[in-house]
């Protein structure tokens, strides 16, 4: 059976209130259910296409494919980062297209207060780093040590399908039977594409249960939103067609 785990990550809390509003997502709740429509004797695959998103949602992801009691594919067909690229190696085996981008980082947390609370944000991040690290060093098995992906999330990597495999996060080349592809090409960091390529621009979900709330109030949705409002959804929903169209 094929699925598709196409969108932003999120948890299954605010899976139904995005796709209320449009957003294309997907939760741990979906992949459990996909294991589980599944028939008999068949693999799984699961299709591809997320930058990212809510690293919680993105490891229990990871958790739940690995525990799978049925063989598990992902085949990467745009792009597979952030919180996705850690999901995504929970499968038995990683394919990707041709033109698949495959994408880590540092996690990030916003933080406000004083000194104490940053400190605090400082040592959750480290331990969400070693976390991230476990999983790409189980998946790698040496191809990379640890230090070395450690410097790869440090510099926000892009990887074409070519350095993926190498690193061992790829397991192959879709459509690639001869092996041509499968050379070594330049790798490339570019930090400024991470504002387009991962959650950043996804609404709040408590600013949109308070709109849904609104909206329920009155039985239709408001006559005029705020322009703020109908930016920040523009925005979030154009970001979303660019990693579509990667």
């Given at each position: 059976m094929r699925t598709q785990?196409?969108?932003?990550?999120?948890?299954?809390?605010?899976a139904e209130l995005y796709r209320y509003f449009g957003f294309s997502v997907v939760s741990p709740r979906d992949v459990r259910q996909a294991i589980a429509d599944n028939?008999?004797?068949?693999?799984?695959?699961?299709?591809?296409?997320?930058?990212?998103?809510?690293?919680?949602?993105?490891?229990?992801i990871y958790t739940i494919?690995?525990?799978?009691?049925?063989?598990?594919?992902?085949?990467?067909?745009?792009?597979?980062?952030?919180?996705?690229?850690?999901?995504?190696?929970?499968?038995d085996v990683v394919r990707a297209s041709p033109?698949?981008?495959?994408?880590?980082h540092l996690p990030s947390l916003r933080t406000e207060g004083d000194s104490v609370e940053h400190r605090r944000s400082l040592q959750a991040l480290s331990s969400f780093k070693a976390s991230v690290l476990n999983a790409y060093e189980l998946k790698c098995a040496g191809k990379k040590t640890r230090g070395e992906l450690d410097a790869m999330l440090r510099a926000e990597t892009w990887m074409p399908v070519q350095d993926a495999m190498a690193a061992g996060f790829v397991d192959n080349v879709l459509y690639d039977e001869d092996g041509v592809?499968?050379?070594?090409?330049?790798?490339?960091?570019?930090?400024?594409?991470?504002?387009?390529?991962?959650a950043g621009g996804l609404p709040d979900a408590a600013e949109l249960r308070a709109r849904?709330?609104?909206m329920d109030k009155g039985g239709n949705p408001p006559a005029q939103e705020p322009e703020g409002d109908k930016n920040a959804l523009a925005l979030a929903k154009a970001r979303?067609?660019?990693?579509?169209?990667?």
């Open positions: 785990m196409n969108g932003y990550v999120v948890s299954d809390d605010d028939p008999e004797g068949e693999p799984l695959t699961l299709e591809v296409n997320s930058g990212g998103g809510s690293m919680f949602a993105g490891y229990e494919l690995k525990a799978a009691n049925i063989p598990t594919e992902v085949e990467i067909q745009s792009l597979a980062g952030s919180a996705m690229s850690v999901a995504a190696i929970g499968a033109v698949a981008q495959f994408m880590i592809i499968a050379s070594q090409a330049v790798m490339c960091a570019q930090s400024g594409i991470r504002a387009l390529a991962t849904k709330a609104e979303l067609e660019l990693l579509k169209n990667m």
